[in-house]
């Protein structure tokens, strides 16, 4: 089921129902039986795989805090998050090695023929070992308790709201509220609702709508030209966000209703000025999961500056393999590594001390790196969305030359359409970044909410993409 089909929202009326007048034991065992069967109408055979991860998990975070040696602690560590990876690497990778190990021979020139399976990517898998690793990595830390019932534990990590796509939401956050009483109040209903509408609005006016005129740009037979390359990338840059941020407030906006509160996913990505920034608004649940399991432990900024670099480029290259089994994939986790390299080695550059004092010089200062910094992004979304590296490039060789007015012409309706499906998303981007508050237009004043409310609702209605399209990071 997606949360942008009627299905669904037959599915949570019914399952809503029943879980405001029941007490809090039965709405955990109602919430644990939904979020399975939620899970199970993709395909039941992966609930096993579900099965497992909660299992091992559970288990090992139980013995850590129990056994006395600093050896078998870790060796509980190791093998809860070698089993997690194993499982993940397997399904998710196996093909891409076994394929480019292929390749790889071929061109020493060995004949060898390595195993082939066509297996089937389980969703949401990416998302819910992660999460489940929180776990067992934060007991080990002595940073959460471990749980004392398998049953609230398994509901940690099968919460229907977040198991397909996120957020990656830590135990520390969640367990309490799925153990203790929850709030259900009409403020939090409302406040739900509207990260609900907002979702929505951004899936199926915006994404939607957008996907379909980049697809069309990127699918299309060679040359490129030069305005509908750019189009394309605008088009992917605005899309990506509205559908993956969409997910992220409709999953926010379902656990509100349900008395939970749970961590922003997205801010204001395409609204800063660095890299850095970029990443501290942008899937921020995946950001801090690779700083905090990945970044720090390897040592973060701590050992010098040339480990620093290290550091940063092995942690992009992951979190670039972590989004998919494609070298497209590493070279745009490459890339946003070689970003964050290159804005250490002139952080003392960008010092407010060595610009002028004007507010007009500031101003402009920020203006140039704000579009230096989204163009640079929109770019890394080429390489994203493209199937090859050959096709990225060739993209890009046409943004630099293929122009003409004849071509510019030519994709006047797409631009339009860009412009048309992007503006609205950028003016509430807009008002939220400068009140620094993504709740901006629910606390606004009853009149001007009530405006806001009902142009979204006829946008929808004329030009939501209706029967429910597939979310991008469901394939992830």
């Known amino acids: 089921m997606l949360f942008n089909t009627l299905t669904f929202a037959e ?3 019914v399952f809503y129902c029943l879980y405001l007048i029941l007490n809090h034991k039965w709405q955990n065992w109602l919430l644990l039986g939904a979020s399975y069967l939620f899970y199970g109408l993709w395909d039941w055979r992966f609930l096993s795989l579900l099965l497992i991860t909660t299992t091992l998990d559970y288990c090992c975070g139980h013995l850590i805090p129990r056994v ?4 078998q602690k870790k060796l509980l560590l190791a093998l809860s998050i070698a089993v997690n990876l194993t499982i993940l690497g397997f399904f998710k990778y196996f093909h891409f090695f076994t394929e480019s190990m292929q390749v790889f021979l071929s061109a020493c020139g060995l004949a060898v023929s390595l195993p ?5 990517l389980p969703v949401g898998i990416s998302f819910y070992t ?3 690793m929180t776990y067992t990595i934060d007991t080990y830390r002595g940073r959460v308790m471990s749980s004392a019932s398998f049953f609230e534990y398994a509901l940690f990590v099968a919460f229907f709201p977040q198991i397909l796509a996120g957020p990656i939401e830590r ?3 969640m367990l309490p509220q799925i153990i203790k009483h ?3 109040s009409i403020e939090n209903f409302f406040l739900g609702c509207y990260q609900l509408f907002w979702g929505l609005f951004l899936k199926m006016f915006a994404a939607d709508n957008l996907a379909r005129l980049a697809d069309g740009i990127f699918a299309a037979p060679q040359p490129y030209t030069g305005p509908g390359s750019l189009i394309a990338t605008y088009a992917f840059t605005v899309q990506i966000f509205c559908d993956f941020a969409g997910y992220s407030f409709m999953s926010q906006g379902l656990a509100s209703c349900m008395g939970f509160t749970t961590m922003d996913n997205f801010r204001f990505p395409y609204f800063v000025t660095n890299p850095q920034d970029f990443w501290r608004n942008w899937h921020i649940s995946l950001s801090t999961w690779l700083r905090d399991y990945l970044y720090i432990p390897l040592g973060g900024n701590k050992k010098g500056e040339r480990r620093t670099y290290i550091n940063l480029m092995v942690t992009m290259l992951l979190g670039g393999l972590w989004h998919g089994a494609a070298w497209t994939f590493v070279l745009w986790g490459a890339y946003h590594g070689m970003l964050l390299c290159i804005q250490r080695f002139f952080r003392t550059s960008n010092d407010q001390k060595r610009f002028p004092k004007g507010i007009m010089a500031q101003s402009f200062g920020k203006t140039i790196s704000w579009f230096a910094c989204l163009n640079a992004v929109s770019l890394g979304w080429l390489v994203f969305r493209v199937p090859t590296i050959k096709q990225a490039l060739d993209m890009m060789q046409a943004i630099c030359t293929t122009w003409s007015y004849e071509i510019i012409w030519k994709y006047r309706g797409q631009g339009f359409g860009l412009l048309m499906f992007s503006t609205p998303v950028l003016i509430m981007q807009l008002i ?9 237009v629910y606390k606004a004043n009853t009149l001007l909410k009530a405006c806001i409310y009902v142009l979204m609702f006829y946008m929808l209605i004329l030009w939501g993409v209706q029967g429910g399209e597939e979310f991008i990071y469901f394939r992830f």
């Open 182 to 184: 929850r709030n259900i």
């Open 116 to 120: 082939s399976l066509q297996l089937v």
């Open 68 to 71: 006395r040696g600093v050896t």
């Open 432 to 440: 939220q970044y400068r009140k620094n508050d993504l709740l901006a």
């Open 171 to 173: 135990a520390s956050n």
């Open 11 to 13: 599915f949570f009326l």
């Open 130 to 132: 992660f999460k489940s």
